[in-house]
């Protein structure tokens, strides 16, 4: 392949791999999905793709459709284990954010509602909606009609909104952090009391629990949650083995999402990702298990962050 069809395809990767890992959740797969789009495009017929970009959008839609509907796929949502590996804000993954639909639809709370949707309908949509592609388009690309085109985005749309509970509103950043200061100050001091008046009545959390449960860890009601989330604060020394080493708390953005990162000797260990509404934590997400941590961690080692609100767990 010469050096003009590789500096082509090269000119596109970031979009290619944006719009995999929206559609997979999964950077590691949503690599895997880029790199196969590649080996396609090296092996073509590339004097008869009259249209290169359109020409790679289909070819890794379609490769991440057939991820989406593998049998590892659904055995993973039918085990209750799934959820979206989080990216560190700046990583070019996390592809256009320009629009609040395109940040949205990046944001952990998203991706996870995305798993409910068919492998068509997800796809659709974030073409749609992260993309701006055309009904026109997105026929072609999935080889649908441009009526069935705008019927899966309306019906993703529909289900997103109405599962979406506290979507719909960007919230001040400022907020946000004083709203996760104020979280973290309550979690490592053990004032239940102060944690339950931090959450919305309707909060829910969810963890991966550090990846050693069968499933997914789930809590509503505010007294519930605040209680997972102080016996998941409060240090021991097994936590500490498994972490490798004392913890600092850093503040960060996670999916466009505040966040707190778990870290020990300069390795993040854990990831919490919040969702807020009307100064309170809506929602939280605790994701510790290493294999979904990879590619943040490897951002965080090329991060310069500021000083940790808690510097010693």
Known sequence: MDSAAIDRFEAGRGRLASLAYRLLGSAADAEDAVQDTFLRWQGADREHIEVPEAWLTKVVTNLCLDRLRSARARHERAAGAWLPEPLLDGDP??????????????????????????????????????????????????????????????????????????????????????VVEEFLAAAVSGRTERLVALLTDDVTAVSDGAGLARRLLRYTTRERVASYVRVGFKPTPAKLRLAGGSLAFHLALVNGSPALLAVAEGRVVGAVAFEVSDGKVASLCGIAAAHRLTRLDEAWQRHEPDAPPVNSW
């Not at 996390?94 to 996870?112: I, K, M, N, Y």
């Open 93 to 178: 993954m996390l592809g256009p954010a320009d629009t609040f639909e395109q940040r949205e639809s990046v944001s952990l709370a998203v991706l996870t509602l995305m798993e409910r949707l068919s492998p068509v309908e997800r796809a659709a949509y974030v073409l749609r909606e992260a993309f701006s592609y055309s009904h026109a388009e997105i026929a072609g690309i999935l080889d649908i009609t441009e009526s069935a085109s705008q019927q899966h985005v309306h019906r993703a749309r529909r289900r997103v909104t109405a599962e979406r509970r506290h979507g719909g509103d960007e919230v001040d950043p400022a907020t946000a952090r004083r």
